[in-house]
């Protein structure tokens, strides 16, 4: 792709700021969100923004995508001051979201998926499949406009994501954690599109907890603490260390080393475990064995859609196994067969269950903190006593959790909705290890979590295995996995390929592994 392909519409006056935000204000009840922000984001540059969980990064990207009025300010886009009431404002003002979730329809095609609602622009026929086609060179979607999008990966489904904004005409464009599910060489990938996009005049807001990245590919980056933006700074020059310091706003604990726990006494021991798959020939799970010991930490990498998911829910109960054992162990090595039990009562029998969604599977979203606390625990004290619920024991534990993990909220009575994504994950984490679990399964603990907090719970979980603890860990934070684990087996297509040793492997290697690069492909 050159510059003079592009087409002439995105090339921007480089004078004028493509966003300047100013005196930005958002209340919530008993919340400043945003406080008094400023924001001067300049034409074809890449602006990271940086801050804690609960700064307010999401609710200022939310204003400047028309989601949310601010209270008090002013938006000029492109020199222009603008109200934007809505997204189809924002969307007119040439402001594209890519959220984290994707918003993508799997039933879709990728043409239906970009063209249902924009047939103004380009209609849905070959004025839009020759736009299309142009979009999909331009950021690399190798996928023709009528494949299914559930046929595609990951990154492939963050490209199409990408498309449909662009097809909209979308010239400064936010990017919410795009990184979270790739591999290293996908992060490359999509970092070399942004470069050259923004050779030809687009603009990026690139929000992200991953200091290391920000530093490789923002121009700019601006912290946000507590609600309100305290710097700008030059990611070329400042350290990961000191940008950090900069989000806490004081000096970061640095990190123990890591020592090995793990005994042989077996927790969990998974023999032979396998699971159809609805309307395909290859099983979703085939032929799992492993066994995870006490004091031990088991890492579990793959790029999604390899079967993680369906693991861990099969063994939480969700998911029904065509083939297989799975049983647990207890401290006198008496096995316990639970491949038919239900989920309440392998929670009781000492699960603790970090859910990849957290807003499915672990919180309800309209209801207190303090009843989220016995969500899974109703049989257990401190929240409950013989048959009833114990409230005041819910509270009080609640506000521990709080505490202890540092859960930004105005208290305990706020709905979890009104959290920010990483402080609810917080919350779920205390209330996980609360009880003394003799497993933990934890699927992305610490996704959408900022450094501190990241550093806080990887420190209870190493802290709880210490104390004998087994864990099984499914990540997409390679950092994460190769920190935390003792062991790493890696999942490619419902099966596990091969293992890794953590003191030893990189995260370049692991991509490969996670990819099948190098293996002979037996599709
Ligand atoms: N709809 C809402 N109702 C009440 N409070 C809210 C709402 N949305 C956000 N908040 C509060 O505003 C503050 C900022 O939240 P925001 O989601 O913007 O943070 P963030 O920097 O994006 O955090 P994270 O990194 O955890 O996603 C938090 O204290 C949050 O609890």
Redesign the pocket.
């Known amino acids: 792709m050159s510059t003079a392909e592009a087409p002439a519409e995105a090339v921007p006056d480089r004078g004028v700021p493509a966003v300047q935000l100013t005196g930005i204000t958002k209340r919530?009840?008993g919340?400043v969100?945003n406080s008094d922000v400023n924001l001067t984001v300049a034409a074809g540059e890449v602006h990271a923004i940086c801050?804690e969980?609960?700064?307010?990064?999401?609710?200022?990207m939310k204003i400047l995508y028309g989601m949310q009025p601010p209270d008090e300010g002013t938006i000029a886009i492109n020199g222009e001051e603008v109200k934007l009431r809505n997204p189809q404002d924002a969307i007119r003002a040439g402001i594209g979201m890519v959220h984290q979730h994707f918003m993508l329809a799997d039933n879709l095609t990728v043409g239906e998926n970009v063209f249902l609602g924009a047939e103004a622009l380009h209609g849905i026929g070959r004025a839009a499949r020759a736009r299309l086609a142009e979009l999909a060179e331009r950021t690399g979607l190798h996928a023709e406009p009528d494949t299914l999008l559930e046929e595609l990966g990951v990154a492939d489904r963050q490209r199409v994501e990408i498309v449909k904004v662009l097809y909209r005409g979308a010239k400064i464009i936010i990017l919410d954690e795009p990184t979270a599910v790739l591999v290293p060489q996908e992060v490359d990938a999509l970092f070399a599109t942004v470069r050259e996009m923004t050779a030809d005049g687009y603009t990026f807001l690139f929000i992200s907890?991953k200091l290391d990245e920000v530093r490789a590919i923002a121009d700019t980056v601006t912290v946000?603490r507590r609600?309100t933006t305290v710097g700008t700074a030059d990611p070329k020059t400042i350290t990961s260390r000191q940008l950090a310091e900069m989000m806490v706003g004081s000096e970061l604990p640095s990190p123990e080393t890591r020592e090995s726990t793990v005994t042989d006494r077996a927790v969990l021991r998974l023999t032979g475990l396998t699971l159809g798959a609805e309307g395909s020939d290859r099983n979703a799970l085939d032929d799992i064995t492993f066994t995870v010991r006490a004091g031990e930490v088991l890492g579990i990498a793959g790029v999604e859609g390899n079967g993680q998911t369906e693991l861990v829910e099969t063994i939480m109960g969700m998911r029904k196994p065509s083939g297989g054992t799975i049983e647990l162990v207890d401290a006198d090595g008496k096995a316990r067969d639970i491949t038919k039990a239900g989920t309440l009562a392998r929670r009781e029998a000492g699960i603790g269950y970090i859910a990849e969604d957290r807003t499915r599977h672990s919180l309800l979203l309209t209801q207190p903190l303090w009843v989220n606390r016995i969500l899974g625990y109703q049989t257990r004290e401190p929240v409950s006593r013989g048959q009833l619920l114990d409230i005041a024991g819910a509270r009080a534990d609640t506000e521990r959790i709080v505490r202890e993990y540092d859960v930004?909220?105005p208290g305990i009575d706020v709905p979890a909705?009104?959290?920010?994504?990483?402080?609810q994950q917080k919350l779920i984490v205390g209330r996980e290890l609360s009880g003394n679990p003799v497993l933990l399964i934890a699927s992305h603990p610490t996704r959408?979590v900022?450094v501190g907090a990241q550093a806080l719970i990887w420190e209870n979980i190493r802290q709880a295995r210490s104390a004998g603890l087994a864990v099984l860990l499914v990540s997409a934070d390679l950092d994460e996995l190769i920190g935390l684990s003792d062991t790493i087996q890696v999942m490619l297509r419902g099966r596990l390929v091969s293992e890794a040793d953590p003191a030893t492997v990189t995260p370049q290697e692991l991509g490969s592994a996670m990819t099948g690069a190098g293996e002979g492909d037996e599709e």
């Open positions: 919530f009840p919340v969100a801050g969980n609960g700064a307010g990064k999401s609710t200022l907890h946000i609600g930004r909220t909705a009104a959290l920010s994504g990483g402080n959408g900022d």
